[in-house]
């Protein structure tokens, strides 16, 4: 008898339990932030860096490539197989590099943007049990119908101070 009044005050407890849930745009949020062209900035000279970098390389290893052609016909057989083994190793690091390029700007991309997520965090948190939303969804292409009255992005907005043009 205990179990089944345990199982009806939780079966009654749940029946009147709602749920609210909100939507969000975090990433209209994050364009509309005045801190973003700043890192933005930081992001372009940063690819600039590794840009200057590459070419660095790439001239170190032209430089390399074209003593070799001029004097090929001079070298030794150990001399022109440890010169081609340094050429095959330069244009290996420029492989390299220009793979882990996209992935070094990625990494400092999400070091720079990752405070601006905290921001939005801490406003979308406050704004959540301000307006007693149980759940907040992020609103993109996985949602297929939201009504506008439970998108939080705009209160999200005004949290954070920062104003837009109502359209």
């Not at 209209?28 to 890192?39: D, G, R, V």
């Not at 197989?81 to 793979?99: D, P, R, S």
């Not at 700007?105 to 601006?116: G, Q």
């Not at 969804?137 to 009255?149: G, P, R």
Request: hydrophobic residues 40%.
């Amino acid at each position: 008898m205990k179990i089944f009044k345990i199982l009806f005050l939780f079966i009654s407890v749940t029946a009147f339990a709602q749920t609210k849930v909100g939507t969000v745009d975090v990433d209209f949020i994050l364009s509309k932030m005045p801190e973003l062209p700043a890192i933005q900035k930081q992001i372009e000279d940063y690819g600039k860096e590794l840009d200057t970098e590459f070419n660095k390389n790439l001239e170190a290893y032209n430089a390399l490539v074209e003593a070799y052609t001029n004097g090929e016909a001079g070298f030794t057989i150990a001399q022109k197989k440890t010169k081609q083994e340094e050429i095959l190793n330069a244009e290996n690091e420029l492989n390299k590099f220009q793979q882990n390029g996209t992935k070094l700007i990625n990494i400092k991309r999400d070091e720079l943007v990752r405070p601006l997520y905290q921001k939005i965090g801490v406003a979308l948190e406050k704004v959540s049990k301000e307006e007693s939303f149980t759940q907040v969804l992020q609103l993109d292409a996985t949602i297929v119908y939201a009504d506008n009255n439970y998108d939080l992005t705009i209160k999200v907005l005004k949290e954070l101070g920062i104003t837009i043009e109502e359209e």
